[in-house]
């Protein structure tokens, strides 16, 4: 099946709507058609540590939920109701909770867990309509940049990314139009960037994580992956309204995301500022970002380059992130030799204790460097940041579970991305096209004011249309 000679699974979400309500696509056939692309591309059916010749990006599927959502999905079309994102296929990372299906955070630690209760995340899509196709696979517990289970779908002897490695994965096989991710270091942006998708992480908060195992409670987010920015536009839309269990501060008061529109760049101020120079940035990489660059500057975009100010200390980062991660794992101390060798060694159970002072003078240092860069963009009228996403392209797959790797900001995959969770700012990353030299994908990520979620939203939605979107041919 084809709509204007393209299959339904190629195409945004905004066109899979329209031909699920002129007759021409039914929810049915569009969940026959994504359980059909798994069951070519995925390289057999899900398994814990993937084959070197699979994607693997499936912990679990549940094709006949799936087919009895999708029926539910044409009835309420029938009807007349015009959410977007109703009979849409979804894949969902492996540690949102989706009632009555596995929740293992790929890890043997909990190979045998159900959830009981839908996350808010994934209550927020199922009541827009969307259709669980199942869980995809996360970096363990997601506690990495590179998934290693899974096959980048460019080159299945590189890393698809991480933690969301699976999402991303999927989105790039086409085997979904959507998916779900988090973000504790770049783990939503991370995939975008080496898979030649695009993803997008809201400012803190915007999106309930009610429901989603964490990995650092201050430094978690959750969002979409898709293949555009619009269609993560169109997701988070229904993520930000999602119904909180805990609501103290009002959060959830706010109104939802609305889905913006493109904006002309014209005036828009994109700083630019010395980050990238102090990393070592693949060549493909440079390109990317200097070719996006130059695209802004001829939309009319005003190009400010700007000294940075000060990110947080890595030390100060990993005490936070260290602590409130030991604090959840705590649960697992007397099995912990059923983790993944990175992720027991990272976790350390036996390590002396973070004390509390240690944690919040940590967090008052985090409070600073964010109002830091909240003043940066106010005084400087920054609408956008613009930066690289990852510092390589897709590195091996295969040693990301081994002990003894880097995280944080000696990580080129994280070199980044980390600064924003430690801000909760706002960020778009979009493909940039291939590298001439590696021919994988490179991607770029405009960076927003906190809460400025839609306005970054609108200038990212602008660009992707003047940015090379690559494409993989099957």
Same mark, same amino acid.
């Not at 995939?191 to 992480?201: Q, T, V």
């Given at each position: ?92 990372? %492996? ?14 630690? @909990? ?43 460019? %080159?299945?002897? @590189? ?40 993803? +997008? *992480? ?46 103290? +501060? ?31 940035? !693949? ?21 400010? #380059? ?7 200390? *890595? ?14 794992? @705590? ?6 030799? *059923? ?9 350390? $159970? #036996? ?23 909240? #003043? ?28 003894? *790797? ?57 660009? $992707? ?7 993989? !041919?099957?």
């Amino acid at each position: 099946m084809a709509i204007n000679d393209v299959h339904p699974l190629d195409l945004g979400i905004r066109p899979l709507a329209s031909a699920l309500r002129d007759g021409s696509l039914s929810a049915r056939e569009l969940t026959a058609l994504a359980l059909t692309r798994i069951e070519e591309r995925n390289g057999g059916a899900p398994s814990f540590d993937g084959a070197p010749d699979a994607i693997n990006a499936w912990a679990s599927l549940d094709p006949e939920g799936a087919q009895r959502a999708a029926e539910a999905a044409d009835a309420r079309i029938a009807a007349g109701d015009e959410s977007l994102l109703l009979g849409i296929p979804v894949g969902v990372k %492996d540690l949102y909770a989706v009632a009555g299906r596995p929740l293992t955070a790929s890890s043997r630690l @909990r190979q045998d867990e159900v959830a009981d209760a839908d996350s808010a995340a994934w209550a927020a899509l199922a009541e827009a309509g969307a259709v669980y196709i199942g869980q995809t696979h996360t970096h363990e517990f997601a506690a990495g940049g590179t998934t290693d289970q899974v096959g980048n779908p460019w %080159d299945l002897t @590189r890393s698809a990314g991480g933690s969301s490695g699976g999402s991303g994965a999927a989105i790039a096989a086409g085997m979904v139009p959507l998916a779900l991710g988090t973000d504790t270091a770049g783990s939503l942006r991370i995939p975008a960037a080496l898979d030649g998708i695009s993803a +997008f *992480k809201p400012s803190f908060g915007r999106v309930p994580v009610d429901g989603v195992i964490p990995l650092s409670w201050t430094l978690d987010h959750a969002g979409p992956l898709a293949r555009t920015i619009e269609d993560c536009a169109i997701a988070v839309s229904a993520l930000s309204g999602g119904r909180r269990a805990r609501d103290p +501060f009002g959060v959830g008061s706010r109104a939802p995301i609305a889905v913006p529109t493109a904006r002309s760049l014209a005036g828009v101020r994109v700083a630019v500022t010395g980050r990238p120079d102090d990393v070592d940035v !693949e060549a493909d990489v440079r390109d990317g970002y200097d070719r996006t660059v130059a695209v802004l500057r001829d939309l009319g975009a005003e190009i400010v #380059e700007l000294a940075a100010p000060a990110d947080l200390a *890595k030390g100060d980062y990993d005490t936070i992130f260290l602590a409130e991660a030991r604090a959840y794992h @705590r649960q697992y101390a007397s099995r912990a030799e *059923k983790y993944r060798p990175s992720v027991r060694e990272f976790l350390a $159970q #036996e390590a002396q204790p973070i004390s509390v002072d240690a944690y919040l003078a940590a967090q008052q240092r985090r409070l600073a460097v964010t109002a830091a860069w909240d #003043e940066w963009f106010r005084t400087n009228r920054v609408d956008v940041v613009l930066e690289p996403t990852a510092a390589c392209t897709a590195p091996e797959r295969g040693g990301g579970y081994d002990a003894g *790797k880097p995280m944080g900001g000696t990580d080129p995959l994280t070199a980044f991305t980390a600064t924003w969770n430690v801000t909760g700012f706002p960020v778009a990353a979009l493909p940039a096209g291939l590298g001439e030299r590696t021919t994988l994908p490179v991607g770029v990520s405009l960076i927003g004011r906190f809460d400025d979620d839609e306005n970054t939203l609108a200038i990212a939605i602008a660009l $992707q249309e003047h940015l090379p979107m690559p494409k993989r !041919e099957w």
